[in-house]
């Protein structure tokens, strides 16, 4: 359930004087590595592209690409995703197996190891489970379990909300009983209802196993965390760098070709682009869209770029109701409708974008093309009698607010000139210091009016794109959605065995979101990359993410 911070956007262009000259919509790819087949080598150091993180590198606790891109070499799961298809393979699992899709057997393979050169055992697993699960310990990952049996006893309402005075009761249980222990290398699940597609979801990051020593201390754990994948944390310098090293004992088979990666936070894509043009950093998973007009990354980075389709969405959410009231269903099909997709696409990204039609990313099974309809068509003069069907606007100015560590001023201003234009409500971008505090006022509640919204699927089904954003009381659901008869349209279909069924069924749950407007869809995303002239052996995998593991010195 990542957050993401990936949308690209024009740098040093005016937006609102590209889309008044009425640009059209077009699109481009190139799925190749560019790097194929130049020799490389095992050993060596580079410098990646990084952001703040929003919490402490918990995996339980990490919702966002900043700290998940980290998590992912840093920590091993059941299953992993293929680079290429994002198939899952089992990694630390020997075999997950179930006869009626509700209680499934996990057996672990022997000595998997943990970078304190503990083994993972199946206690791993399920008290780490446990603990996110447990509502009084706050994890953002909490929802993931929602469907293990009795994951509903481990947790409690506040009667009177999160600052009133009245702390809420003690939940029934700390333990789910739908985790058992078999041995040090077996374990089961029981699900309270049918889950055709479990399997696949279990290389997320929040079910990554934890060691003893997170127990220990699960507050400081995050700031040096250990895990079991092929690089481990040494080194974690706040607001500058974080550093990885090879981890020697590592049992899986991805393991990495480098000694060392080091992420360096940067504030300013246009800054690490720029440095990977000097060779001062090795890759960077944004490039300006300045840089992608004309394709002018080509000429600056030749031999050392590649643009792939992947499975990440960019929406625009608007606060909850009681934190601003101002943004009901019915005036956000107004808003979707004055928001010319195309023209920002081909202004703003040079045509690598895919205008949304709805809420589910083409790259997955199941997606169902113009769900959204007539509410994601660019039409003025329908935006305007929407508008007015709803009573107008009445909270003075639309903001629409941004991550400003990333790219994203330019398209944000192009999309509320846009609004601007058609509705003659005046719309303000509005910038805030980093993608951490960003995530922080829309967790505390505090961000009002319309925000960006990104989603980097965390396994590839269509069951990803809905439930953990628009589940009621799901951890990424940011408009804070509720609606039974989406919840009952999910469960119905989780629980299908015959995967064209339950594809149908989740394609039934996203029209009733797009009944509800809940979120405005933009775009599909594309993943630009450069590198320096260092490297070779750099993928991008279907989660938009560069392949770290693969990378090599020449």
Not at 116 to 122: I, P
Not at 316 to 322: D, E, F, N, S
């Amino acid at each position: 359930m990542r957050g993401t911070t990936r949308t690209v956007a024009v740098a040093g262009i005016s937006a609102a004087a590209l889309l008044l000259a009425g640009c059209g919509g077009g699109g481009n790819e190139d799925n190749g590595d560019t790097t194929t087949g130049t020799a490389a080598k095992t050993g060596g150091a580079i410098t990646v592209r990084g952001c703040n993180p929003e919490n402490p590198l918990v995996a339980g606790n990490t919702s966002e690409t900043c700290g998940g891109n980290v998590l992912d070499i840093v920590t091993a799961k059941l299953v992993e995703y293929n680079v290429e298809t994002a198939a899952p393979e089992n990694d630390i699992a020997e075999s997950i197996e179930t006869t009626d899709n509700q209680t499934f057997t996990v057996k672990l393979k022997k000595d998997y190891k943990f970078h304190d050169g503990t083994v993972v055992k199946a206690k791993n697993f399920v008290d780490a489970w446990n603990y996110t699960a447990y509502g009084p310990n706050a994890q953002q990952g909490s929802y993931f379990f929602e469907p293990i049996e009795g994951y509903a006893d481990l947790q409690s309402e506040d009667p009177d909300g999160a600052e009133g005075p009245v702390k809420a009761p003690e939940p029934k249980a700390k333990e789910m009983t739908g985790l058992k222990v078999v041995d040090d290398t077996t374990f089961t699940i029981k699900t309270a209802e049918k889950v055709s597609n479990l399997p696949v979801r279990l290389g997320y990051t929040a079910f990554a196993p934890q060691p003893d020593a997170f127990f220990a201390d699960p507050k400081t754990f995050g700031d040096k965390p250990i895990g079991a994948g092929p690089y481990k944390l040494d080194a974690w310098t706040k607001n500058a760098e974080i550093k990885l090293t090879k981890f020697a004992d590592y049992s899986g088979k991805t393991k990495g070709n480098l000694d060392t990666i080091t992420f360096k936070i940067y504030q300013d894509s246009n800054a690490a682009y720029a440095d990977v043009q000097a060779n001062q950093l090795d890759v960077t998973d944004e490039v300006p869209a300045s840089a992608q007009i004309d394709e002018k990354y080509k000429t600056d980075l030749p031999d050392r770029n590649l643009q792939k389709p992947v499975g990440v969405i960019q929406t625009i959410t608007t606060a909850p109701a009681k934190v601003d009231p101002n943004y009901g269903p019915e005036i956000r099909k107004a808003i979707s409708m004055a928001i010319n997709r195309e023209a920002i696409i081909k202004a703003i990204f040079n045509g690598t974008r895919e205008p949304a039609t709805g809420w589910v990313s083409p790259v997955v099974d199941g997606y169902k093309a113009d769900v959204c309809g007539e509410f994601c068509k660019f039409d003025p003069a329908k935006a305007k009698e929407q508008l007015a069907k709803a009573g107008g606007f009445k909270g003075g100015k639309m903001t629409l607010s941004y991550n400003a560590d990333a790219s994203h001023k330019e398209w944000t201003e192009a999309t509320c000139n846009s609004i601007k234009q058609a509705l003659g409500v005046d719309c303000v971008a509005t910038p805030v210091v980093d993608f951490s505090t960003f995530r922080t006022q829309i967790g505390e509640g505090k961000m009002k009016g319309m925000f960006r919204t990104g989603w980097q699927m965390d396994y590839p089904s269509i069951e990803n794109f809905l439930a953990p954003l628009y589940g009621t009381g799901a951890s990424s659901n940011d408009s804070e959605y509720s609606n039974p008869d989406f919840d009952a349209k999910l469960k119905e279909a989780a629980a299908a065995t015959d995967a064209a069924e339950s594809n149908k069924l989740y394609q039934e749950a996203e029209a009733i979101i797009a009944k509800d407007m809940v979120t405005i869809p933009l775009w599909y995303s594309t993943t630009t990359m450069g590198w320096s002239d260092k490297v070779t052996n750099v993928k991008v995998t279907p989660f938009g993410v560069p392949d770290y593991a693969s990378i090599s010195l020449k």
